[in-house]
């Protein structure tokens, strides 16, 4: 049992590439999430899926798209990165969206040139 | 809107002594409230959580928090401090009504230090 599980651990772009954030979760959860962590921040949700075949925005959502591709996976999508998105992005899943705890997964550290 | 406040930064304390971490919070609705701890190069691990109910909330690793209303807070403490438990400490919250439903609020973090 796994968790939640992300890909890549670092990466680092230059500014217009693309590239995609992997999540994977073996819980059998219902909702997943994508978060953004800054310095002094935060965690600021960019998107979330409540449940497959859902999607919806969160705070912080432009220039960034979303796949909830099944039940386990929820991929994060940068079309054309900026030196803005450098971050720490964590996935999250939770049984429900509703009161349940959040689990989450190492993080992604994203640098763009 | 809905917001989280941690007023402190960082926090120092020796070991053996209690130490509390403050939060407050905005909602429109009923606050569903959490705290997380996030260690070096690590996701973010779950302490525990207010839904309903009493308003002492005791979690994971010997900590508790307090839901006060009237205060809107939700202050983090432990009786006795560890070395260990020296981390970035995140509260979070969620509106249980109204539009923004689904959506978590998490506050910029408090980094605590226990000196032995």
């Known amino acids: 049992n796994a968790g939640v599980t992300q890909t890549p651990k670092f990466q680092v772009l230059k500014t217009g590439q693309s590239m995609t954030l992997q999540c994977a979760q073996d819980?059998?959860?219902?909702?997943m999430y994508w978060y953004r962590q800054d310095p002094g921040m935060g965690l600021r949700l960019i998107y979330y899926?409540?449940?497959?075949?859902?999607?919806d925005k969160g705070e912080v959502p432009n220039g960034y798209n979303v796949s909830r591709l099944n039940k386990r996976e929820f991929s994060l999508r940068l079309e054309s990165a900026a030196p803005s998105q450098t971050s720490v992005y964590f996935c999250?899943?939770?049984?429900?969206?509703?009161?349940?705890?959040?689990?989450f997964g190492p993080g992604t550290r994203l640098t763009v040139l | 809107a809905q917001s989280v406040a941690q007023p402190e930064d960082q926090v120092n304390v020796a070991e053996g002594n209690p130490l509390t971490v403050k939060c407050t919070y905005s909602?429109?609705?009923?606050?569903?409230l959490f705290w997380y701890v996030q260690y070096p190069n690590r996701g973010l691990q779950f302490l525990l959580k207010?839904?309903?109910?009493?308003?002492l909330v005791k979690g994971s690793y010997g900590f508790e928090a307090e839901f006060n209303k009237s205060q809107t807070s939700f202050h983090l403490k432990k009786p006795s401090a560890l070395v260990s438990d020296s981390a970035l400490y995140f509260c979070?919250?969620?509106?249980?009504?109204?539009?923004?439903?689904?959506?978590?609020?998490f506050g910029s973090g408090t980094k605590l230090n226990v000196k032995p």
């Open positions: 999250a899943s939770s049984e429900y969206i509703g009161t349940d705890t959040q689990y």
């Open positions: 819980m059998n959860h219902n909702s």
């Open positions: 899926s409540a449940s497959e075949g859902t999607t």
């Open positions: 909602v429109s609705g009923n606050p569903y």
């Open positions: 207010y839904i309903t109910g009493d308003n």
């Open positions: 979070a919250v969620r509106d249980g009504t109204g539009h923004n439903f689904n959506k978590f609020y």
